[in-house]
């Protein structure tokens, strides 16, 4: 690897990153050694380049720090095309517009040799022919999971029964066949996850949830791990 390309890949390593990466995780994952790695943060902090962090400690790329768009290597082309596909196949009819629109925006800006990686269509996500149909506005539930506004739905259990639901939607689960809503239940008084081919019926209310959306997602993905044997995927 050239030291271009290296200085950029430590770059997006600290991105990704919200904690301090120590220089030896750096070396491990660019194959490289450590003292390879001193000499590239030197040079980095020489070009200015905002990183906070001492050797033996890690390395932090402090917020507001960006890069030019075309700065993206074949292997990020083809994650960012196969996902969209993968998107534009199983997802609601504005999320599938989204992902056409996002594979042309990289087309347009990514430099002329890397561009036959998106036309070859070597990578291909078909389209599911087990998914089932949504019984309610998909791009309403992700506006409300935006907004933090409760829905009010009818939902019919594996044998039938159906109750009324005040909920909180935090996520949207796409799976092969199904897509979940997680929420937390206000008749449950705890998270469940709601099949959206279950809902009868849907009212999108103006109404907000007092918690933030991501405090109830830390605490449903932490719930999950203390409960690692508990089936939660849909509510019963």
């Not at 033996?56 to 030019?68: C, H, K, N, Q, W």
């Not at 239940?185 to 991501?214: G, K, M, V, Y």
Request: charged share 30%; net charge positive; hydrophobic share 40%.
């Amino acid at each position: 690897m050239r030291r271009a390309e290296r200085l950029f890949q430590i770059i997006q390593i600290l991105r990704r990153s919200r904690r301090p990466v120590t220089a030896r995780a750096l070396a491990e994952e660019l194959e490289t050694s450590l003292r390879t790695i001193y000499r590239d943060m030197a040079e980095l902090l020489a070009q200015q380049v905002p990183i906070r962090g001492e050797a033996g400690v890690g390395y932090i790329l402090e917020a507001g720090f960006d890069m030019p768009p075309l700065m993206l290597t074949p292997d990020e082309i083809e994650a960012a095309v196969l996902g969209a596909q993968w998107v534009a196949s199983r997802g609601d009819a504005a999320l599938a517009r989204g992902a056409r629109d996002l594979v042309a925006k990289i087309e347009a800006v990514v430099p002329e040799h890397l561009r036959p990686i998106i036309l070859s269509g070597s990578l291909m996500a078909p389209g599911s022919p087990r998914l089932t149909a949504d019984a309610l506005d998909m791009e309403q539930v992700r506006t409300s999971i935006r907004k933090r506004r409760k829905l009010r739905i009818g939902y019919a259990d594996e044998s039938a029964k159906i109750s009324e639901r005040t909920i909180w939607p935090i996520g949207v689960a796409y799976f092969e066949a199904v897509r979940l809503i997680v929420s937390w239940c206000e008749l449950r008084r705890d998270f469940r996850n709601f099949r959206t081919d279950r809902i009868q019926h849907a009212e999108f209310l103006s109404e907000t949830f007092p918690e933030r959306t991501e405090k109830l997602l830390a605490d449903w993905w932490r719930q999950d791990r203390h409960n690692p044997d508990r089936d939660r995927r849909c509510d019963q």
